[in-house]
């Protein structure tokens, strides 16, 4: 029980990798506070599930680029179990797949306070109350390598994710541990909407491990990084993507 005594909040929680590190830190101790924006009954679903594994966990509604809702976010967990102690900053997104030449400024602006923003203010919020502890962030391969088609601007926030977390290992250290990781093609939502069925397929073929990731790859690595298994390691954006990128 890596986590037995403390309390976590991950971001975008109500599904997919969210979903899967809520899960995955709720069965290793941890009392849970899972965030949402709009996947409310994917929240409470997972809820249900840590409490019928005997764990403990609530679900809090909140616009992440919204100072006050953060902070509520925060409050409200620490009010409810008495501390942070780790913060998963999983909610992001890509939007839409568009070229530098047809975008505008409104979707840019988007792209960065949804994946980068929104990072910055939960790191803000959570510091008030934090002591000891890691932060992990999920930044994403496309800030390595630029992202395909379409996402420049997506690419760019990951990318920003990655040196703001290695900014903030320098900073907090060494009492707070601050790592991300980079997933490759993960079988969730994101790419059921973003990513043509025949991509997926010729990544499976490709990639050394012969398969799409999953929620759960991730929740592994994410529980690895937020414990102190990782004690020595901070400052870190860690490549979880079946081997199809070395960096």
């Keep these: 029980m890596r986590f037995k005594g403390q309390t976590a909040i ?40 840590i409490k019928g594994q005997g764990g403990n966990a609530i679900a809090v509604q909140g616009d992440l680029n919204d100072p006050e809702q953060v902070t509520n976010l925060v409050q409200t967990t620490v009010d409810t179990f008495g501390g942070l102690h780790v913060l998963v900053n999983n909610s992001g997104g890509l939007v839409a797949r568009k070229s530098v030449r047809e975008m505008d400024l409104e979707h840019w602006q988007k792209v960065m306070d949804l994946n980068l923003t929104s990072v910055f203010l939960m790191v803000k919020a959570a510091l008030a109350h934090m002591e000891t502890g890691a932060i992990v962030n999920l930044a994403s391969q496309a800030g390595r390598d630029g992202g395909g088609p379409g996402a420049a601007a997506y690419a760019t926030s990951k990318g920003a994710v990655m040196t703001f977390t290695r900014g903030l290992a320098k900073e907090l250290g060494p009492d707070i541990r601050v790592n991300a990781l980079c997933p490759g093609m993960v079988d969730t939502d994101f790419h059921n909407i973003f990513t043509p069925d025949q991509a997926r ?5 490709a990639a050394p491990v012969k398969r799409q990731g999953t929620p759960e790859d991730i929740a592994n690595a994410v529980a690895f990084l937020a414990s102190d298994d990782s004690g020595f390691m901070t400052g870190v954006n860690v490549d979880i993507n079946g081997g199809m990128l070395f960096s």
Excluded: M, P, Q
Aim: with cysteine; glycine share 16%.
């Design 10 to 49: 991950v971001t975008g929680g109500g599904r997919d990798i969210g979903a899967a590190c809520a899960i995955k830190l709720a069965s290793e101790g941890a009392n849970v506070a899972i965030n949402y924006f709009s996947s409310a009954a994917g929240a409470e679903k997972v809820v249900a599930h």
């Design 201 to 205: 397929r010729g990544f499976e073929a």
